[in-house]
């Protein structure tokens, strides 16, 4: 079972560097995220989701690889690929994996205006070496919804709200 963490920030590019520093942790078997999303509310108040995997693309993909291969099979590779791409185009983008979009939409019509949150599902964590690393983003989010227990919530809490060096 995964635990959910959102944290908000009050600009939009530190969710973003949070995302990549935590994509080198998991390369670094640190953490094992299921899911990492970044929510941006621009100054018109739209919010955006950025998801770290394009679903639609990775399905034209597989589909376009399937279709060629059973295209082959009946002596028509180009339209075999066609048909693949399209349906799996249009299966990636139906499939939604992870945490719910319209909860993160929700949420994120609730951050300032230019400000951002970072969504993620962790599966498992090395806690102490994680924070260690994410040491540059102390006092900088505010923690807005975990499933975590309260003391975990509490210390992660107390890590991301309090300033460097305290």
Do not use: C
């Not at 923690?143 to 890590?159: H, Y």
């Amino acid at each position: 079972m995964a635990d959910l963490i959102a944290v908000t920030f009050d600009d939009e590019t530190t969710a973003f560097e949070l995302r990549a520093e935590l994509a080198k942790l998991q390369k670094e078997y640190l953490i094992d995220m299921d899911d990492v999303v970044v929510v941006t509310r621009d100054d018109a108040g739209k919010v955006k989701l950025h998801q770290a995997v394009n679903l639609t693309a990775a399905g034209a993909v597989g589909g376009s690889f399937w279709g060629l291969l059973i295209g082959m099979l009946f002596l028509n590779p180009l339209l075999g690929m066609a048909v693949g791409a399209g349906a799996g185009a249009l299966s990636g983008k139906l499939t939604d994996i992870g945490i719910d979009d319209k909860f993160m939409k929700e949420l994120g019509a609730n951050l300032p205006k230019g400000g951002s949150a970072l969504f993620t599902l962790v599966k498992r964590s090395t806690p102490d070496k994680v924070l260690e690393r994410l040491e540059p983003f102390r006092g900088k989010g505010k923690v807005m919804r975990t499933s975590l227990s309260k003391e975990s919530e509490d210390e992660l809490r107390a890590f991301l709200e309090s300033i460097q060096g305290t």
